[in-house]
C-alpha cells in the first residue's frame, strides 16, 4: 500500500560530496498489503506452516475498481482450500479501501480460523537490484497501536521526515449466515479481529473489512491530535459496508468512464490496454494540491515514488482535456512547492526566479545524481507550459491570475539568470549553456534544442501575461519591471537554436553532429537498456538517445514547421534514439502520425500503450510507467486524432490505423463538452454540454452549436 505523499527521508552516502548536493533522498513508504490474512486450519496456521498458494485468477474491473482474485491453497497436511479475495481503493471516499475474503474448504471438514491483524508497516519484498530505477531504500517508520478504539487503529509515524497517518478498519460480518468477526487483543497489546467457526467441505464463509485511512499530518499532530482525527476517520466506515462503498465508488467510475473512456472499434486488445492505462491514471493522479503523480504511480516503489516532468508533460494532458478539476490540483501541487524552488533558485547562487526540483516528493530536490538530474532544468519550463496549456484549454483565468503567472513569470526569471546573451558566430543570441535536455543519454550539454524553445516559450508567456495583467496590482506585487519584461522578450527572440544547414535538422544541441553515432542496430539486445551496461560518459560522448528529445519538440510545437522538416529530424533521431525510457514510443508515435509513417505509427504506439500489461520494459514489477500510460492517450489523442491545439484555434487532422474502424472520446474545451467519432475518411463532432464552439477538420471549418449539435465532415 502507498500513500501519495507519505514518504520517508535516506540520507544519501557520496564518495565525494559537493556543495548543493541534496543530503536526503525521499522515498514513498511501503505500507502494509491490507489484503494480508493469517488463516488457520485445525492446528496448521499460515503465519507459521507453509501453505502452497496457487494464483488461480486475478481480474481487474475496471468499470467498478474492484480487484478480484482467486487463490488455491494447500496445507503441508493436504487440507485444500479456495480463497477469493475481493479488494478496491474507493473513489467516492478517498480515505476508504475494501476488502472481502471468501474461505471454501475443498476436501476437508474442520476448524477454520481467520486471523486479520497487520503489526508490521515495511511490507518487505526482498527485492535486490543492481538496476538505478529501482529504489533499494525504504522509509523507516513506527507502528502503535491505538488502545481500546473499538477497532483495531494504528498510528504510523515516520522518523526522519517526521510524518504520521492514521488508520482504522472495521470488519462487517455481512450476513448472519456468516460466521461472527470479533475484536481482540493479542498478548502484545495488538489489535485485530479474529473470527474461529466450523468448516464443512463446499461452504462458503465470507468476511468484509473496511479501511479508513487518515491523511498526512505532521508527526507531533498526528500523535496530540490521534483521537480527534481518529473519530472523523471512523465516520468514513461506520453504518456502512463493503458493498455499499463499493457500489458509491463504482458510481464515481462511471462518471469518470462516460467523460474520459476512449472507445476503439477494431483493435480490441489496444482497447483494453488503453483503458488500463486510463485506469491506473486515475488511480494515481493527487488530489489535495499537495501531492502529483509519482512515475511509478502507486503501485510501487520504483524511482522513489517521486515526481518528474512525467506529470506536466505526459499525463497532464490527459486530465486537463477530461478531468479539468484534477489537471488544476495538479498545478497547485506546483504552485505550493514554488516557494521551495525559489529557494533552491537562491540556494544554488541565483538572484531571482525558481527552480523546481527535477525530482521530488515535498519540493526540494531527491536527485543526487544531478547530471541527470537537477540539470535537467527543462522542467521549469516543462512546468510553465502545463500552466498554459491547462489556462488555454480552460479559460481559467481566476488560477492564471492568483497561481499561474507567478509559476510562469518564476520560472522566466530562472532562465534570465541561468542562460545569459553572447555572440554565436558572430551573431548575438541568448544562450543556455550546461543543460541536461530530456535524453538521458547525454549530459550537460550547451543549448539543448529542447530546453531552449522551451524557455523561449517561457519567456514569452511571461511577458504575454506580465502585459495583459499590466492594468492590475499583480506586476506590481510580484515585482515586475518594464525592464525585465522587455529583457526577457530579447532574450526569447535572440534564443539559440542550433541546426545543422546541412543536413537540415534541428540539432539536440551545440556539438552535437560532432559526437560519433552510437551503431544501435550492431549492439546485442543482452545489453539493452544501455544504461545497465555502458558507463555513463561512454553514452554522452556518443550521438544515442535514450528516449525523444529534439523530436519533443516536434510533438509539442508542430506550427511552423513544414512536412519536410519533421521528416529530416524524424530520419535523424529515429535510428540514433534506443527508446530506453517508456517516454519515447508514444512521442515518436505521434511525430509518424503526423508525416504519415503510417505502420510506424501504429508499432510505436501499440508497444507504448502496452507497456506495462506485457512488461516491455521487464520491470513493471518495481510500478507502472506512468508516464507512458499518460503518452499513450496522448497518441490516440495528437497522434491518431491528430488534434493540434494552437491558443486561438483546435483542429484535427486524423491518422487513423488502418485496423481501426473508429475511434470515440470525449474532450472538454473552453467549458464545452465535445464528442468525437473518427472514423477512416469522416469526422463527427458532437456538442454535449456548453455554449458551443468552431474548430476545423484539415482545414475545413466547422461549428457546434446547442441549437445544431452535431456535424459530420468528410476528410
Ligand atoms: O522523467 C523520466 C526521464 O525522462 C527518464 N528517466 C525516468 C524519469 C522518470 O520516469
Known amino acids: 500500500m502507498f500513500i501519495n505523499g507519505f514518504f520517508d527521508y535516506n540520507q544519501v552516502s557520496y564518495g565525494e560530496k559537493y556543495r548543493g548536493y541534496p543530503d536526503n533522498d525521499q522515498v514513498i513508504n511501503r505500507l502494509f498489503d491490507p489484503r494480508y490474512i493469517r488463516i488457520k486450519v485445525e492446528d496448521e496456521d499460515s503465519a507459521v506452516d507453509h501453505f502452497q498458494v496457487v494464483n488461480v485468477d486475478k481480474n481487474l474491473d475496471m468499470q467498478t475498481g474492484l480487484v478480484h482474485e482467486l487463490f488455491s491453497i494447500t496445507t503441508p497436511e493436504n487440507r485444500n482450500f479456495n480463497l477469493v479475495v475481493e479488494s478496491f481503493a474507493s473513489l467516492s471516499k478517498q480515505n476508504v479501501y475494501g476488502v472481502k475474503y471468501a474461505i471454501i474448504p475443498t476436501n476437508f471438514e474442520g476448524d477454520i480460523e481467520l486471523i486479520k491483524l497487520h503489526d508490521y508497516v515495511n511490507q518487505s519484498t526482498h527485492q535486490q537490484s543492481e538496476d538505478v530505477r529501482v529504489n533499494q531504500d525504504v522509509g523507516q517508520m513506527q507502528l502503535d497501536f491505538i488502545p481500546d478504539n473499538g477497532q483495531p487503529s494504528y498510528l504510523v509515524t515516520t522518523f526522519r521526515s517526521q510524518q504520521g497517518i492514521i488508520l482504522t478498519y472495521q470488519a462487517d460480518q455481512a450476513t448472519d449466515s456468516n460466521p461472527e468477526i470479533d475484536y481482540f487483543e493479542d498478548d502484545n497489546h495488538h489489535y485485530g479481529y479474529h473470527s474461529k467457526y466450523h468448516a464443512k467441505p463446499g461452504s462458503q464463509k465470507e468476511f468484509e473489512f473496511l479501511f479508513s485511512i487518515g491523511d498526512i499530518h505532521p508527526l507531533v499532530n498526528a500523535r496530540m491530535y490521534a483521537d480527534q482525527y481518529l473519530a472523523s476517520l471512523d465516520n468514513y466506515i461506520r453504518n456502512t459496508s463493503f458493498n455499499s462503498e463499493l457500489m458509491a465508488s463504482a458510481q464515481v467510475w462511471q462518471t469518470f468512464w462516460l467523460h474520459s473512456d476512449v472507445k476503439i472499434d477494431g483493435d480490441p486488445v489496444i482497447q483494453s490496454c488503453i483503458r488500463f492505462n486510463l485506469f491506473e491514471l486515475n488511480q494515481s493522479a493527487g488530489r489535495d494540491e499537495f501531492t502529483s503523480i509519482p512515475a511509478k504511480g502507486l503501485t510501487g516503489n520504483g524511482y522513489g515514488g517521486q515526481f518528474f516532468w512525467d506529470t ?3 499525463m497532464l494532458p490527459f486530465f486537463v482535456y477530461t478531468e479539468p478539476t484534477i489537471a488544476k490540483k495538479l498545478l497547485m501541487y506546483r504552485y505550493h512547492t514554488l516557494q521551495m524552488a525559489k529557494e533552491q533558485a537562491s540556494d544554488f547562487g541565483l538572484e531571482k526566479g525558481a527552480m523546481y526540483a527535477w525530482r521530488t516528493i515535498n519540493g526540494y530536490e531527491a536527485s543526487a545524481y544531478w547530471l541527470a538530474g537537477m540539470a535537467q532544468f527543462h522542467i521549469n519550463a516543462d512546468i ?17 491570475k492568483k497561481d499561474g503567472f507567478e509559476i510562469i513569470l518564476e520560472t522566466a526569471r530562472f532562465w534570465m539568470q541561468y542562460g545569459n546573451f553572447a555572440q554565436v558566430n558572430g551573431k548575438r543570441h541568448f544562450v543556455i549553456n550546461r543543460v541536461t535536455g530530456p535524453d538521458e543519454y547525454s549530459a550537460l550539454v550547451d543549448n539543448n534544442y529542447y ?32 525592464e525585465e519584461i522587455a529583457e526577457m522578450k530579447e532574450a526569447a527572440d535572440l534564443m539559440y537554436l542550433p541546426y545543422d544547414q546541412e543536413k537540415n535538422v534541428k540539432l539536440q544541441f551545440q556539438n552535437f553532429e560532432q559526437l560519433p553515432k552510437m551503431s544501435i542496430s550492431s549492439i546485442d539486445q543482452s545489453r539493452f537498456p544501455l544504461l545497465l551496461h555502458y ?17 519533443m519538440v516536434d510533438y509539442m510545437f508542430p506550427q511552423g514547421n513544414t512536412q519536410d522538416q519533421l521528416k529530416a529530424d524524424y530520419d535523424f533521431y529515429e535510428p540514433i534514439t534506443t527508446h530506453d525510457s517508456s517516454l519515447s514510443k508514444a512521442i515518436y508515435a505521434i511525430v509518424a502520425a503526423r508525416i504519415d509513417r503510417d505502420q510506424q505509427a501504429y508499432d510505436f504506439f501499440s508497444q507504448a500503450v502496452k507497456t506495462d500489461l506485457i512488461d516491455l520494459h521487464h520491470n513493471t514489477k518495481n510500478g507502472i510507467h506512468a508516464g507512458s500510460l499518460g503518452a499513450a492517450w496522448s497518441g490516440i489523442v495528437y497522434g491518431f ?10 483542429s484535427l487532422e486524423p491518422h487513423l490505423p488502418d485496423a481501426w474502424n473508429c475511434v470515440k472520446f470525449r474532450l472538454q474545451l473552453h467549458h464545452c463538452e465535445l464528442l468525437f ?26 461549428k457546434v452549436t446547442p441549437e445544431d449539435p452535431k456535424q459530420i465532415c468528410q476528410y
Open 451 to 482: 530546453t531552449n524553445v522551451m524557455a523561449q516559450f517561457n519567456l514569452r508567456l511571461a511577458a504575454k501575461y506580465a502585459e495583459k495583467f499590466g492594468d492590475t496590482d499583480i506586476p506590481v506585487q510580484l515585482n515586475v519591471t518594464g
Open 312 to 314: 506536466e508533460i505526459f
Open 641 to 650: 486524432a491528430g488534434i493540434v491545439n494552437n491558443a486561438d484555434h483546435f
Open 677 to 702: 467519432t473518427i472514423y477512416q475518411d469522416q469526422v463527427e463532432v458532437e456538442l454535449m454540454s456548453g455554449k458551443g464552439m468552431a474548430l476545423s477538420v484539415y482545414n475545413k471549418k466547422i
Open 535 to 551: 558507463h555513463p560518459l561512454m553514452l554522452y560522448r556518443a550521438q544515442v538517445n535514450k528516449q525523444a528529445d529534439t523530436i
Open 384 to 400: 510553465a507550459f502545463a500552466v498554459e496549456q491547462y489556462y488555454t484549454i480552460t479559460n481559467d483565468e481566476d488560477f492564471l
